[in-house]
């Protein structure tokens, strides 16, 4: 099935940096999700891009779909504590699977 | 609105055991995944419904059934429980029943086989 490979698995982060976690595929993707789980919670969805180049923001967070629709990537500005977390992109392997990459862990020095 | 309701919450069994787990989706939503999410990895695919009917099945063996109500609330079977069957199982439900509708996400129910 659909495969997703995140980089990288954890991310320590200064509170106040920025960072990037990537989503990469081998194959053509039709859309990908992202998820943020808190520690001890269930994941949530954050967005959906389906666009080739699509770019979409949610405050601090910006999210980006490739031009080949083979990868996708978050980017978090100004890094808080609510950011800790792990984060999930999504794939459609076909018209019902959702496979869910191995997620990267963020955890914030104060 | 209530969001997704699961239970139990927590479950200890032993091997050879059997377990049902519930799930109700948020009103209105006709679909409902079933998740098997190990610590440290993301959520795997078990099953979809979707107006009653199983819409598609992951990996996982046999001993793994599901079933969807009238309702729409459905429940997820286990049976001859394995070790390597701990985890915390997840439920989510969406109003549509293609993979690419936002998936909303139980609290789930932690399983331990002992």
């Known amino acids: 099935g659909q495969q997703v490979m995140q980089i990288p698995q954890y991310q320590h982060v200064q509170e106040g940096e920025d960072f990037t976690t990537y989503c990469n595929s081998s194959t053509t993707l039709s859309n990908i999700q992202w998820y943020k789980q808190r520690p001890g919670g269930h994941p949530v969805f954050l967005i959906q891009?389906?666009?080739?180049?699509e770019v979409k923001k949610q405050k601090r967070l910006t999210f980006q779909f490739g031009e080949a629709k083979k990868n996708s990537s978050l980017h978090i500005t100004a890094t808080q504590t609510t950011d800790v977390g792990t984060y999930f992109c999504?794939?459609?392997?076909?018209?019902?699977?959702?496979?869910f990459g191995a997620g990267t862990t963020v955890t914030v020095r104060a | 609105d209530a969001g997704v309701t699961q239970s139990p919450t927590h479950l200890i069994k032993t091997r050879g055991q059997h377990v049902t787990l519930r799930c109700s989706p948020i009103?209105?939503?006709?679909?409902v995944s079933w998740y098997q999410q190990v610590l440290g990895q993301g959520p795997q695919f078990i099953f979809q419904?979707?107006?009653?009917?199983?819409?598609g099945r992951g990996n996982f063996p046999d001993r793994f059934s599901a079933r969807q109500f009238p309702n729409y609330s459905s429940e997820l079977n286990v049976n001859a429980l394995l070790l390597g069957d701990s985890a915390l199982y997840l439920c989510?439900?969406?109003f549509g029943s293609g993979a690419g509708q936002p998936q909303h996400f139980g609290d789930g129910t932690r399983l331990s086989i002992l």
């Open positions: 009103s209105g939503h006709k679909s």
């Open positions: 891009l389906v666009k080739s180049g």
């Open positions: 989510a439900s969406s």
């Open positions: 999504a794939v459609s392997s076909n018209d019902y699977k959702l496979s």
């Open positions: 419904y979707y107006e009653k009917e199983e819409r």
